[in-house]
Nanobody, 117 residues
Framework: QVQLQESGPGLVKPSQTLSLTCTVSGASITTSYYAWSWIRQPPGKGLEWMGVIAHDGNTYYSPSLKSRTSISRDNTKNTVYLQMNSLKPEDTAVYYC?????????WGKGTLVTVSS
C-alpha cells in the first residue's frame, strides 16, 4: 500500500520560503515511470498542480509557479521535497503530495500552510 505523508510548518510569514516534505512508503520514488507531484488547494478554490519530479529526477513545473518553486528528492530517505520562495498570502492552501501508480491515485492527507504576518 502506497502512503504519502506531508509535513512542514503550518504558518509562514510573507516573503519567506516554504519547505515541505513528502515521506513515501510502499513504493520507491526511483522506480521507473513513477512520478511524484505537489498539488495545492487554496481555501474555497480548486486544485492547482504545482510540479512533479519523475523517477529519473527530472522536474516539471506549472508555468505560473516555476520561478518560485523547486521540487527535489532524497533517494536514501525515499522522500520528496517542495520549496517555494517569496510567499504571499494567496499561497495559503492545503498542500498535497500525489502519485499515480497502477491506475490508482494516491494522495497524502495534505498539510495546511497559512501565509500571514
Amino acid at each position: 500500500q502506497v502512503q504519502l505523508q506531508e509535513s512542514g510548518p503550518g504558518l509562514v510569514k510573507p516573503s519567506q520560503t516554504l519547505s515541505l516534505t513528502c515521506t513515501v512508503s510502499g513504493a520507491s520514488i526511483t522506480t521507473s515511470y513513477y512520478a511524484w507531484s505537489w498539488i495545492r488547494q487554496p481555501p474555497g478554490k480548486g486544485l492547482e498542480w504545482m510540479g512533479v519530479i519523475a523517477h529519473d529526477g527530472n522536474t516539471y513545473y506549472s508555468p505560473s509557479l516555476k520561478s518560485r518553486t523547486s521540487i527535489s528528492r532524497d533517494n536514501t530517505k525515499n522522500t520528496v521535497y517542495l520549496q517555494m520562495n517569496s510567499l504571499k498570502p494567496e499561497d495559503t492552501a492545503v498542500y498535497y503530495c500525489y502519485t499515480w501508480i497502477g491506475r490508482v491515485n494516491y494522495w497524502g492527507k495534505g498539510t495546511l500552510v497559512t501565509v500571514s504576518s
